[in-house]
């Protein structure tokens, strides 16, 4: 009798085992994996405490056991759909057993965008205007994003908000928070740390699998402010 994958494995069915297996050991190399998997009672504490569970299809229990049983077909599917469900809150740190689910989750989606999986580049096409900001300026969203448009359910709020703008934020009592354009000052010495940081540890290359323009016009502000600094970024 022949055997078939459960349904929502075959949607997979076409994907090489081989290259399933070596994205499994890539997660299972990174050195975090074995402080964030130590085996699964089972118990399903980290799916009562965690918040997307409540509103997907979705459990971290799941995660840990799937990696735990070497399950290369599963661990396939959930990298590719799971893990974007996870909110990053690490509610499930309270794992008796001492296992990370949120933290498993981290290694996969990294190892998702590096291989530049369709997946990644579905789940983060929404966000490249947030990536550009944190990245271009320090800080993440900017009160300026704050457009009746774009907040069509704040109602007449958002309108006043957007053009008392900048009354608003000189009532804030941190003066580095008198900005509109960024979140706060950031000043030139931290973002160049930041895009240092972000070179080096290999960011950058994960942004270029994800989305290319992005990294463009990305590389382009810093390699302005790092010349101006007296660094050149090797190619
Ligand atoms: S980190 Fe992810 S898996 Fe863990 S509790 Fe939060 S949403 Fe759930
Ligand atoms: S809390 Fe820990 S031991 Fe319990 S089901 Fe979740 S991962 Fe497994």
Not at 31 to 46: A, Q, S
Not at 96 to 118: C, D, K, Q, Y
Not at 164 to 184: D, F, Q, V
Request: net charge negative; hydrophobic share 40%.
């Amino acid at each position: 009798m022949a055997l078939h994958a459960p349904p929502k494995l075959e949607r997979y069915a076409d994907i090489p085992y081989e290259e399933k297996e070596r994205l499994f050991q890539e997660v299972k190399a990174d050195p975090r994996f074995p402080d964030y998997l130590y085996g699964c009672y089972e118990c399903g504490i980290c799916v009562a405490a965690c918040p997307s569970a409540r509103f997907y299809d979705f459990s971290p229990r799941k995660i840990a056991q799937t990696l735990a049983r070497e399950d290369v077909e599963l661990f396939f599917y959930q990298l590719n759909e799971d893990v974007w469900n996870c909110s990053q809150c690490f509610s499930c740190n309270r794992c008796p057993r001492g296992n990370s689910p949120g933290g498993l989750i981290t290694i996969m989606r990294e190892v998702a965008v590096r291989n530049g999986l369709r997946s990644a580049k579905e789940a983060l096409e929404g966000y490249s205007r947030v990536i550009y900001k944190i990245m271009a300026t320090g800080t993440q969203v900017s009160p300026d994003m704050i457009q009746a448009d774009a907040f069509p359910d704040w109602g007449p709020v958002a309108k006043e908000t957007a053009d008392n703008l900048e009354l608003w934020r000189k009532a804030l009592p941190p003066e580095t928070m008198h900005t509109t354009s960024t979140a706060w000052e950031v000043s030139e010495q931290t973002l160049t740390e930041l895009y240092l940081i972000w070179h080096m540890t290999g960011v950058m290359d994960m942004i270029k699998e994800v989305d290319e323009g992005l990294h463009m016009i990305l590389l382009d502000v810093m390699e302005e402010l790092l010349e101006e600094r007296g660094y050149a970024l090797a190619e």
